[in-house]
């Protein structure tokens, strides 16, 4: 697989950056130039093709695209509207795009070559997609939303132990990890709905990792993996890399 890193160049710079990292083995990496200086820090690669859009303030309609491995970027797409957009994310054919400052975003359902407008529930929505058409959200104010018809409506998750992080799509569940500093994590299953689950260790704000058939949660300097989605085993390891070439 190829991974594409944004913000290789000047990362955090209000002017932004033309450039994104490429890498085929996640250990040797390559700046490539997409053609435009912009805040390129929200991205998703559907259907073939990687997309990356501005971040915040002073984010646009501009969209760049690749169809060969983030090697050449093409700026001949533009978004159906300019706003302060949030976040990326695909999943189920298509590719989603949420404002920070308004329910209006994007849909693509053909890798990010064309794109629609679409009414989310909130604005400053972050997302992630899992089996089936489902899809997990969790506002600025805390308010995680399911979605399990690909995203046509949500509803309120209250079933959760405490406020979702992020979630990942892995063995035909949509795992879940916390924002408190918990042993609980949890996933959602289609014809099972949620279920939660104890770890061997607490993590707070758990980040998902999938790599090598094996999904990872990494936080408070801690590791954590799973094979299934159920069942989690403690890595034993207390410290990571902080930085990457």
């Not at 989603?96 to 629609?116: F, H, I, N, R, Y």
């Not at 132990?161 to 959602?188: F, I």
């Not at 939660?196 to 936080?219: A, C, I, R």
């Amino acid at each position: 697989g190829t991974w594409v890193m944004q913000g290789a160049q000047n990362f955090g710079s209000p002017s932004g950056w033309s450039k994104v990292k490429v890498s085929t083995d996640f250990e040797n990496w390559a700046d490539v130039d997409v053609g435009l200086t912009g805040l390129w820090r929200i991205a998703g690669y559907d259907q073939g093709a990687f997309c990356v859009a501005e971040l915040g303030v002073g984010s646009t309609n501009k969209v760049r695209r690749s169809v060969d491995g983030g090697l050449n970027w093409s700026g001949a797409v533009s978004l159906s509207s300019s706003s302060q957009w949030y976040d990326m994310e695909a999943g189920n054919g298509r590719l989603l795009l949420t404002s920070q400052v308004s329910t209006t975003g994007c849909e693509s359902t053909d890798g990010g070559a064309s794109w629609a407008s679409k009414t989310f529930p909130s604005a400053g929505m972050y997302l992630w997609s899992g089996p089936g058409g489902v899809w997990l959200s969790r506002d600025t104010s805390d308010v995680v939303r399911l979605s399990i018809d690909n995203a046509a409506s949500w509803s309120t998750v209250t079933t959760l132990p405490h406020v979702a992080w992020m979630g990942r799509n892995y063995k035909g569940r949509l795992v879940v990890s916390m924002r408190a500093t918990t042993d609980q994590a949890a996933y959602y299953e289609t014809g099972v709905g949620w279920v939660v689950v104890t770890m061997p260790e607490s993590v707070q704000n758990g980040e998902l990792v999938h790599g090598g058939g094996v999904l990872y949660m990494t936080g408070s300097s801690k590791l954590l993996y799973t094979t299934d989605g159920k069942q989690w085993q403690y890595a034993g390891v207390s410290s990571f890399p902080t930085a990457l070439p």
